[in-house]
Nanobody
Framework: QVRLVESGGDSVQAGGSLRLSCTSS????????IAWFRQAPGEERKGVAN????DGRSWNVDAGRFTISQDENVVYLRMNVLKPEDTAMYYC???????????????????WGQGTLVTVSS
């Protein structure tokens, strides 16, 4: 089983930037897709971006501000021009399916990290 650890969350002002990291260990070969999700208080968990570990293709709900990338066993989420509505707990998750099948819903992601908190003040 793959183990995921997120880091990089912080409190920033609107307009600022953050880079979140998702470090994987364990049975990494079983994972085909890594995704970032976020969950604001009282809301459901929603997909933000994912990257296919096989071909490197990625999908993103806000490509103008967010960038997902991978460097060996770390998947990054770069977030620019942060807004107060970006405030949430951010989680990374792994799927044994390629991203084109896993998508950005939570159903096909079985390994999750503990989350890292992003707070954006106006």
């Amino acid at each position: 089983q793959v183990r995921l650890v997120e880091s990089g969350g912080d409190s920033v002002q609107a307009g600022g930037s953050l880079r979140l990291s998702c470090t994987s260990s364990g049975d990494i070969s079983s994972s085909k897709c890594i995704a970032w999700f976020r969950q604001a208080p009282g809301e459901e968990r929603k997909g933000v971006a994912n990257i296919d570990l096989g071909d490197g293709r990625s999908w993103n709900v806000d490509a103008g501000r967010f960038t997902i990338s991978q460097d060996e066993n770390v998947v990054y989420l770069r977030m620019n021009v942060l807004k107060p509505e970006d405030t949430a707990m951010y989680y990374c998750a792994a799927s044994r399916f390629p991203c084109v099948l896993a998508g950005l819903g939570t159903l096909d992601y079985k390994s999750w990290g503990q989350g890292t908190l992003v707070t954006v003040s106006s």
